[in-house]
């Protein structure tokens, strides 16, 4: 019963920003590692973002090369909600954005991993 639903996709010019959501149900949220991959057409899915709050109650984030200094992931635990602040966007950002949840970070986006529906992210002039 765990559901991921992402929403906040849409069709944005080269350096304009957008701000996905996906809100979590049916799960421990706090439990959970939550992450954002993205899938282009023709191409792989890839990993985007990840966050996870640890036993000293401090969130750390990790962030593929591409998108460091532009997007930024949080999550609002009172909401079982977590975000990606994506600013600057180019075009290779385009893609299917979806939101992931797993209860390890090293094997998020995985087997185990539960998955949103996903979200369109289209950057074109």
């Known amino acids: 019963q765990v559901q991921l639903v992402e929403s906040g996709g849409g069709l944005v010019q080269p350096g304009d920003s957008l701000r996905l959501s996906c809100a979590a149900s049916?799960?421990?949220?706090?439990?959970?590692?939550m992450g954002w991959f993205r899938q282009a057409p023709g191409k792989e899915r890839e990993f985007v973002a990840s966050?996870?709050?640890?036993?000293?109650?401090?969130?750390?984030?990790r962030y593929t090369q591409p998108v460091k200094g532009r997007f930024t992931i949080s999550r609002d635990n009172a909401k079982n909600t977590v975000y990606l602040q994506m600013n600057s966007l180019k075009p290779e950002d385009t893609a299917v954005y979806y939101c992931?949840?797993?209860?390890?970070?090293?094997?998020?986006?995985?087997?185990?991993?539960?998955w949103g529906q996903g979200t369109q992210v289209t950057v074109s002039s």
């Open positions: 049916g799960l421990t949220f706090t439990s959970y590692v």
């Open positions: 992931v949840a797993d209860r390890s970070a090293t094997a998020i986006g995985g087997p185990a991993s539960f």
């Open positions: 966050i996870r709050w640890g036993d000293d109650s401090i969130y750390y984030t």
